[in-house]
């Protein structure tokens, strides 16, 4: 059986190396899986506890920064509603860094 969902923002899927970082607590590296302008999916988590409420930074490694709140987590996978809805000219950076570091190629020096 289809279950057809309505969502505000349209997501997209990635796979974007991340760090997850939480206050008073050790830096777990994670995959960034799916992102919209309000939320993110993150897996490879491995055993680390996150509990719903929990305030998090999610950074890339180009050092952008999306601030928000655990709303969900198990079996090293995490949903994050992001405190600051992202506009589209940086939901574009984005996904162009996703498809960067997907493609191999050093943009930068144009090859």
Known sequence: MSVLTIRAYKRYATRLPVELRR????????????????G?????LGRGKYE???????????????VGTIRWAH???AGVRLDRSLHLPEMRDLLELNRREQSGVDWRYGT
């Open 75 to 77: 079996d090293g996978l």
């Open 23 to 38: 206050e008073g607590r050790k830096t777990m590296k994670g995959l960034l899986i799916e992102l919209s302008q309000q």
């Open 52 to 66: 719903p409420g929990d305030k998090v930074t999610i950074v890339t490694a180009t050092e952008i920064e999306l």
């Open 40 to 44: 993110a999916r993150l897996s490879n």
